[in-house]
């Protein structure tokens, strides 16, 4: 990892082991990462691998047996992971950002003990099942349904687009009430009658994360897997993703770190005119583009983290949540957008050879372009970002 002269708060020795524990498993995970991308398989062994260096329950509390990490430090630790590759880093995301973190913040005691200790140890995998196929940008206009029954809800419709939900797990998932039309948060098992999850296929990047289409045929929820209150769907949504745009933003360092580590080494030992290529000014503004990137990245993204942990812990104070969800937004748009062009930079550097997928850069210029798209597409977000300046009356859209 390259040493950063931005500093996140201070971290005590506990918070560094954390991190140490992270850094191992990314370490044992990165030639098995290498063989299922160039096999182009899912890779189910992310969550054995980090369970087994006990570093899978980042954001979960320690009281259900997770690392009690605090925001900044689970910046860290995305950012880690995603110098492994964004497949791992959106494994996470799904996980924990997306995932277990929404049943920390709105779940009941019952669901967190029940949910939150399986996803602590990686035996139970987590995702968030919000996109529909013809629901995407604007999800409010999901057609899943349900209805009520008397021992809980009747579930069906589908989702399009989930991370993890071919694991045999959960999904944090929504749907309509089909009487009211209103928006209510479901925890549903992979195990419930008429779930059917099916990997998606020829992506352009992301190979390693199982992506999938998933359809509830008749899907019985019972009552206690209602998250949160009825109608309170959209909420829990938007919620969910402030953690995780912030994961995708934290996971884009990550991407933008290993193009320099790897654009470094090449440009030190790839020779041509006599010296190495490193030592030619237009190969050294590719270096120092990625570097300044890098940086200014990383000061946006930790700012965010800071103000998103200030709103944890004041979760009803509103002004703390528009300021973090904001800077948020901005921190995703900046670190996307820089991660992106970031990789565009190192394949340049590796000439043809950053043509080879056998080579990080080429996987990062792929896969990094699902980060412009999901959790906000860069449209989506650069309209937010413009009306919160502008005014609400200023909105496009809502
Ligand atoms: C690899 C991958 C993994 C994903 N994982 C998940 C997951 O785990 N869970 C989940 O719920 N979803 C997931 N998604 C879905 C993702 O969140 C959506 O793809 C995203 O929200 C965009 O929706 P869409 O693809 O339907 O695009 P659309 O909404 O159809 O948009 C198409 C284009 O039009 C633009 N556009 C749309 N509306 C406007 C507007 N008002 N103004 C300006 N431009 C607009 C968009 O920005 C985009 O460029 C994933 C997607 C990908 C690619």
């Known amino acids: 990892m390259i040493d950063s002269p931005l500093v996140l708060s201070k971290m005590t020795e506990e918070q560094v082991e954390v991190l140490q524990h992270v850094d191992a498993a ?11 991308y160039l096999e182009r398989n899912v890779n189910r062994e992310v969550a054995p691998i980090f369970s087994k260096h006990n570093a899978i329950g980042f954001l979960i509390p320690t009281e259900f047996g997770g690392l009690g990490m605090d925001v900044p430090l689970y910046v860290r630790a995305m950012e880690r992971v995603g110098q492994e590759g964004t497949s791992p880093r959106t494994f996470f995301s799904c996980h924990i950002s997306i995932g277990a973190s929404v049943i920390s913040y709105w779940g009941d005691s019952n669901q967190q003990r029940r949910y ?5 140890k990686g035996e139970r995998i987590f995702g968030f099942g919000l996109t529909e196929p013809d629901a995407g940008s604007n999800p409010a206009s999901m057609q899943t349904e349900f209805e009520k029954t008397t ?61 999938c289409e998933v359809t509830y045929a ?12 009825e109608g309170q769907g959209m909420k829990i949504a ?34 041509q005119f006599g010296k190495p290529i490193g030592r030619h000014q237009l190969v050294q503004r590719h270096l120092g583009r990625m570097a300044v990137k890098l940086e200014s990245t990383r000061a946006l ?40 062009e970031a990789a565009h930079d190192a394949v340049q550097v590796f000439g043809a050879n950053g043509f080879l997928l056998t080579n990080r850069p080429a996987r990062h210029y792929a896969d990094a372009r699902a980060c412009q798209i999901y959790e906000g597409t860069n449209e989506i977000l650069e309209q937010k970002i413009a009306v919160s300046y502008l005014g609400k009356e200023f909105e496009a859209f809502n």
């Open 26 to 36: 990314c370490r044992e995970l990165r030639p098995i990462e290498d063989r299922y």
């Open 301 to 340: 993204v930790y700012a965010a983290a800071e103000r998103k942990a200030e709103y944890d812990a004041d979760r009803k104070n509103q002004k703390l949540r528009e300021v973090a969800d904001i800077l948020i937004a901005q921190a995703k748009y900046f670190a996307v957008n820089a991660a992106q």
């Open 151 to 211: 021992g809980g809800y009747l579930l069906n419709g589908g989702k399009k687009w989930i991370g993890n939900a071919a694991e045999g797990g959960t999904l944090v998932t929504f749907a309509r009430d089909s009487s009211s039309g209103k928006i209510s948060a479901f925890l549903i098992d992979a195990d419930t009658p008429g779930y059917r999850a099916e990997l998606i296929r020829h992506k352009l990047g992301l190979p390693t994360a199982g992506t």
């Open 238 to 271: 938007y919620s969910a993703l402030m953690s995780g745009r912030l994961g995708v933003a934290a996971g884009s360092i990550g991407i933008i770190a290993d193009c320099l580590q790897e654009s470094l080494a090449y440009s030190r030992s790839r020779e």
């Open 218 to 229: 008749n899907c019985e929820i019972p009552r206690e897997n209602l998250l949160g209150d």
């Open 116 to 120: 939150l200790t399986a996803a602590a």
